[in-house]
């Protein structure tokens, strides 16, 4: 047991992490499991809390759990080149950039449905055309 030890609802408050999940990457190893108290309860410390914010952060610029376990295995050899996690690092943006991409197109696809709208009847309505037949979009892949 930890002599600065909190629990898991003060780690909880302090990382920013609910409790539900905490439990969570607990279970699937990206948090190791803390000391019990007497009463068995977690006892969490400050690298703990650190480990925490690490996780937190990361899933917030969306890295997936994979690439979060790596990139903590990484934090464990601080000496180590760092090519691998800018590997990890440039496969997430080149996803991101992809989806942006799709998204893009998706709204343009879109809004061009909307400026085509004559807002007649919808017998002629361009937004039910077009969702009726996706060979009268611009684009294919959305």
Do not use: W
Not at 30 to 42: F, H, K, T, V, Y
Not at 105 to 132: F, K, W
Request: glycine share 6%; proline share 4%; aromatic share 4%.
């Amino acid at each position: 047991m930890y002599a600065d030890a909190i629990s898991i609802g003060e780690a909880a408050r302090q990382s920013g992490v609910k409790v539900p999940t905490i439990r969570f990457y607990e279970k699937i190893g990206l948090l190791p499991a803390p000391p019990r108290s007497e009463g068995n309860r977690r006892q969490f410390d400050a690298r703990d809390l650190r480990r925490l914010s690490f996780i937190r952060h990361a899933r917030e610029l969306g890295f997936e759990i994979a690439d979060i376990r790596e990139l903590l295995d990484l934090t464990e050899r601080p000496q180590n080149s760092c090519h691998e996690a800018d590997s990890i690092a440039r496969r997430h943006l080149d996803e991101i950039n992809g989806r942006i991409a799709r998204l893009e197109a998706l709204s343009g696809e879109l809004q061009r449905m909307v400026d085509e709208c004559g807002h007649g009847q919808v017998c002629e309505c361009r937004v039910i055309q077009v969702l009726a037949d996706h060979n009268k979009c611009r684009h294919r892949a959305h």
